[in-house]
């Protein structure tokens, strides 16, 4: 069963805490065989507008002194994880443009201009109909964001959920919202992208994954990658095992990898 880690960040990252080269060490101890850093680089700031252009020069060094360690048994990968790109595609274009890069996670953290920009992390969830209103934005921003079509994997599709039930304990899921994600997947298969399982700080949202990988395949989807989203060595490799089991349950051969950004299937 191959352990392959595409989510996972530095203290590049605002909120990260080890370097690339701890957590390639940490990764050869519990028998991961690639790792794709993806550092967060928010395209769009709260309330204060868009962001600045991206500046690899820190994200570079780091990346080369984990790539300096020697005979380590792990394919070392150079990623990023862009948040509401779609809003600020002319820095979002130039942030890919690295070269090297393997791979873009598509994310959303912020609501849309409509709630004010609020990161969900910040919002406190207190009743159902308060959470479907900022689920129904959340998802206009995950279409607007899949149809922009620079990313390779679309990041934590649930990511609200860790907050509003995970958290604020509201009883919500997101089959209600069938439709609008059948629509959003049919669209990510057609485009020869992936969709993510984020293991490790989504346990409990594992049901939730398994809908949505069921959906997806009915779509026409093919590729699914798997991250942990651990942001220190403590949590790396934590669910791997249990997310290649889902997708199998649900009918996937293959995980995937993205090298150079094309989609590498391996053989669960
Ligand atoms: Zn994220
Ligand atoms: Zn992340």
Same mark, same amino acid.
């Given at each position: 069963?191959?352990? &392959? ?29 690639? #790792?794709? /850093? ?12 868009? *962001? ?13 002194? $984990? ?16 948040? +509401?790109?779609?809003? +600020?595609? @002319? ?12 791979? $873009? &996670? !598509? ?10 920009? @609020? ?5 406190? /969830?207190?009743?159902?109909?308060? =959470? ?9 921003? &995950? ?9 390779? *994997?679309? !990041? ?12 604020? !304990? ?13 629509? &959003? ?5 057609? +485009? ?6 984020? *293991?490790?700080?989504?346990? +409990? ?6 809908? #949505?990988?069921?959906? /997806? ?9 798997? !991250?942990?989203? *651990?942001? =220190? ?8 095992? @249990? ?20 989609? =590498?299937?391996?053989?669960?």
């Amino acid at each position: 069963m191959p352990l &392959i880690d595409t989510h996972l960040h530095s203290l590049i990252s605002y909120d990260g805490k080890d370097h690339r080269a701890d957590l390639a060490r940490t990764a050869a101890q519990l028998g991961i065989q690639a #790792l794709c /850093f993806t550092d967060h680089y928010e395209l769009v700031q709260d309330k204060a507008g868009l *962001s600045a252009p991206w500046d690899w020069t820190e994200t570079r060094k780091e990346h080369q002194a $984990a790539l300096a360690l020697k005979d380590l048994p792990v394919e070392l990968l150079y990623g990023i994880e862009i948040g +509401n790109a779609h809003e +600020n595609p @002319e820095c979002a274009r130039l942030a890919l443009s690295e070269p090297g890069l393997d791979f $873009a &996670i !598509g994310s959303i953290h912020f609501a849309t201009p409509k709630l004010n920009r @609020e990161d969900h992390y910040f919002v406190s /969830f207190t009743s159902a109909q308060q =959470c479907r209103l900022y689920l129904d934005d959340y998802l206009t921003a &995950i279409e607007e964001m899949v149809l922009w079509d620079g990313y390779d *994997s679309v !990041g934590h599709i649930p990511y609200p959920l860790r907050y509003m039930r995970e958290r604020d !304990g509201v009883e919500i899921g997101l089959t209600d919202f069938e439709d609008r994600l059948r629509y &959003i997947l049919s669209m990510v298969a057609k +485009n020869g992208k992936a969709i993510e399982v984020n *293991s490790c700080r989504s346990q +409990n949202l594992m049901a939730e994954y398994g809908w #949505l990988l069921g959906l /997806f395949r009915e779509e026409g989807g093919e590729y699914v990658t798997v !991250g942990t989203d *651990s942001h =220190c060595c403590a949590h790396m490799g934590k669910g791997l095992a @249990e997310s290649n089991a889902l997708l199998e349950a649900n009918g996937f051969r293959y995980l995937t990898l993205f090298r150079r950004r094309k989609p =590498c299937p391996i053989k669960l």
